[in-house]
């Protein structure tokens, strides 16, 4: 969803740090087309009641909100954006929670995350670990923040192999997933799976790893 790219210094892409009108057009964008990555996101997490679950880049704050409702009252959600704008509209979303404290979004870079050590059980990224400034570097800071055995899932989309199309550059998808993977050992991760969900023509590429 949202975080700076090294990639994109020059020029950084809206997907990566929406801003202003082009920015709230992104978001609702992203609100219509990423539904389905982000439940195969949740569903991969296999979440449960109580549980404290953090999102890495937070976009329109949709996956956050269905997070919440799977780890009910009596769990807690967090979650991380670059984009001061994305921030704003995931704490909108989510006043309820927050004023509860049940939910904290902050604006931040996954690089340097304001949460303590070993605070949650699980996390989630959706389209945005290509945003990332340093792939090992900000996994080890996902590690820091996850307890013993947490679990991570990264979720792109992804191209579907029968199809050739490359429909919302969804191509570079299963490349994506695989840097995730030659990064993750040296990270504090051992990779338990990946796996592929279809959501409409393209497929969701999940990659599932936990905390050594």
């Known amino acids: 969803m949202t975080m700076t790219s090294t990639m994109a210094k020059k020029a950084p892409s809206q997907f990566g740090s929406p801003s202003g009108a082009k920015g709230r057009f992104v978001l609702a964008l992203m609100a219509a087309k990423n539904g ?9 997490l296999n979440l449960q009641k109580g549980e404290k679950v953090l999102e890495i880049g937070v976009g329109p704050g949709l996956a956050l909100k269905h997070t919440l409702r799977r780890v009910g009252r009596s769990g807690f959600v967090g979650g991380v954006d670059h984009s001061p704008l994305a921030v704003l509209r995931t704490q909108r979303r989510l006043r ?8 904290s979004v902050v604006q931040a870079s996954v690089s340097d995350m304001p949460f303590d050590d070993e605070m949650f059980d699980a996390a989630f990224a959706v389209n945005s670990s290509q945003f990332w400034p340093d792939l090992e570097n900000d996994l080890a800071e996902i590690a820091r923040v996850l307890r013993p055995k947490g679990r991570l ?3 792109q989309r992804a191209a579907n192999k029968s199809i050739k199309m490359d429909m919302a550059h969804a191509s570079g998808g299963w490349a994506r997933i695989d840097a995730v993977a030659d990064a993750l050992p040296g990270s504090g991760f051992e990779v338990v799976e990946v796996i592929e969900r279809p959501v409409g023509r393209l497929i969701a590429a999940s990659i599932i790893a936990r905390t050594i």
Not at 36 to 44: E, H, I, P
């Open 153 to 155: 899932v990264i979720t």
């Open 96 to 103: 309820r929670a927050i004023r509860e404290a049940r939910a």
């Open 36 to 44: 389905g990555n982000n439940q195969a996101a949740l569903d991969a």
